[in-house]
């Protein structure tokens, strides 16, 4: 069984505060992605990471991809309240289906 | 190229009625996905598709449950004799291989 899990569940935080929001998996993936969603709306794509120890950044954004291929993690700096949503990992295992984690809803404050 | 498109984005219907939602993925995306999302949790796969082959299926889905993708585009999922606990966001994605996946805006299921 493929486990996916996202910590922490939730944040709260000020504004011009910054956080680390991490996805671990039991198993090897072959690609992560990072997606970002608000209330009744689909996720909308933050990020895609696929090679061992990679970084990227968007903006105040970035995404660390384990060397291992079994976790990932993505900071947030200088959080603006704009930032409040419900971010989800999604990891692409061998057999191709694609899993979500339970999300991180954030909530910046003014 | 317009998107991942979902219809109806809202559907209320009486407990035992059934109900399909259809999603339009993006055009020449081979593979989709339909999920289930409820109240403060992430996406629950339910299905996947590769071109018009349903390849795999979650053992969480029930037998009212069924979804078809006849032509290797547009796919329908069904719900037949909706019960209460049916009520979520049904979300459909689509992606070229392994590239990245885009989420259609959902469709809102409310079951009275």
């Known amino acids: 069984t493929q486990l996916l899990e996202q910590s922490p569940q939730f944040l709260s935080i000020q504004e011009g505060e910054n956080l680390t929001v991490y996805c671990n998996s039991s198993?090897?993936?072959?690609?992560l992605q990072w997606y970002r969603q608000e209330p009744g709306e689909g996720p909308v794509l933050l990020v895609t990471?696929?090679?061992?120890?990679e970084v990227k950044k968007l903006k105040r954004l970035t995404f660390q991809f384990g060397d291992a291929r079994k976790d990932s993690s993505l900071h947030i700096t200088a959080a603006q309240p704009g930032d409040t949503g419900l971010y989800l990992c999604?990891?692409?295992?061998?057999?191709?289906?694609?899993?979500f984690g339970a999300g991180t809803r954030l909530t910046v404050k003014p | 190229d317009t998107g991942v498109s979902q219809d109806p984005r809202h559907k209320i219907t009486k407990r035992g009625q059934n109900v399909t939602f259809r999603c339009d993925p993006i055009s020449e995306h081979n593979r989709l996905y339909w999920y289930r999302q409820t109240l403060g949790q992430g996406p629950e796969f339910l299905t996947y598709f590769q071109n018009e082959a349903q390849l795999e299926k979650s053992r969480l889905l029930s037998d009212r449950f069924s979804a078809e993708r006849p032509k290797g585009s547009f796919s329908t999922l069904e719900i037949q004799r909706t019960e209460q606990g049916d009520s979520a966001m049904y979300l459909c994605a689509s992606r070229r291989l392994d590239t990245e996946a885009f989420f259609g805006q959902g469709t809102r299921l409310t079951v009275v």
């Open positions: 990471v696929v090679t061992g120890g």
């Open positions: 999604a990891v692409t295992y061998n057999n191709n289906d694609m899993r």
């Open positions: 198993s090897v993936f072959s690609s």
